[in-house]
């Protein structure tokens, strides 16, 4: 199973998670074994360090500098992160990123239109509101990579 949990309020969410996973499988656990469960996914030795850990990083889905892939207008990138700001109230952040390669904006076959640095406003969890016609976010930032367990 394949996890990305940068905040605590994720890892409480996921321990809901396995609490429930546990119940319907015939188990019941407490909420703090559950805690120690996700510290253990985590790879931290208990809790206490998982929660000091995570309780001491943003709440932004990524900053200055990362390295991250996801979808830009449909199409797979990656790139880093060029700059970032939260937007008012911590409703969510404006992210300039420069992708390592030109990424295809245009669908018609007839032209194309290649960008490289992209300004968006996104969601906490790294996800545009603003979408295609289709309905498809017009940025969701995938995996970030910087470093921290």
């Not at 880093?80 to 990123?97: C, D, N």
């Not at 640095?117 to 603003?130: F, K, P």
């Amino acid at each position: 199973m394949s996890i990305s949990i940068t905040t605590r309020e994720q890892a409480k969410a996921r321990a809901r998670d396995i609490r429930t996973e546990q119940a319907n499988a015939g188990t019941s656990i407490s909420h703090a074994r559950a805690l120690e469960l996700v510290a253990t996914e985590l790879g931290y030795r208990d809790w206490n360090t998982a929660s000091a850990c995570l309780s001491n990083k943003p709440e932004a889905p990524c900053q200055l500098g990362d390295r991250i892939s996801g979808r830009y207008l449909k199409q797979s990138f990656e790139g880093r992160v060029h700059a970032i700001r939260e937007l008012a109230g911590g409703m969510g952040y404006e992210v300039t990123l420069h992708f390592d390669t030109p990424v295809d904006v245009v669908e018609f076959e007839s032209f194309s239109g290649f960008r490289q640095r992209v300004t968006a406003m996104v969601s906490g969890d790294g996800v545009s509101w603003a979408k295609t016609s289709d309905g498809v976010p017009h940025l969701v930032i995938e995996a970030v990579s910087n470093g921290n367990v």
